[in-house]
Structure formats: structure tokens, C-alpha cells
């Protein structure tokens, strides 16, 4: 049995639909995730130069984040404190 035109043209157009609503969530996801890289990179060179590289374990707290509103309250915080641990004792 053959499908109708009228029912392959609304297949195509879920089909499509999907498509761009894939697309979209895939964007969404990658402006994110950059948004989440530029506050770990912003966070760690600024308390760099306040307080020196980041250690390894320091680095890998901040890094785990993906709290863009809690990265930006540790960001103001190192620019208040004066060590790494204090950044990180506000981020408990």
C-alpha cells in the first residue's frame, strides 16, 4: 500500500522540524559550554595573578564547575581574598 503525498509531506516536515530543533539545542549547548570555559579561564588568570598559578587541585575544583553564576561570585571573591584556599573556601 502506498502512503499518501499529504502524509510523506508531514513525515518531512517533523522531519525537518527535528532537524532544526537539533540544531538549535546544539548551539544553545556550545554557547555554554564556551560561556563556562571563558569564567573557569577569566577566574584562573585572575587569581593567578594575584596569587600565583593555580595548583593542579585548584585548578581541577574550578574546572568542574558548571555554575556560570557561581563561577562569576568566585571571580569577585579572588579579587577580595588572598589565596587560592580562600577562593575555594567560598566556593563550600
Known sequence: MEESTTYQVIVQEGI???I???I???IQQGIVRGEL???HRALL???GK???AAPA???EVIEAIQDLDYLDRLFLRSLEVNSWQEVL???R
Open 24 to 26: 538549535q539545542q546544539g
Open 20 to 22: 532544526q530543533q537539533g
Open 89 to 91: 573556601e567560598a566556593a
Open 45 to 47: 588568570l585572575a587569581g
Open 50 to 52: 594575584r596569587f600565583g
Open 57 to 59: 587541585e585548584v585548578r
Open 16 to 18: 525537518q522540524q527535528g
Open 37 to 39: 570555559q571563558h569564567a
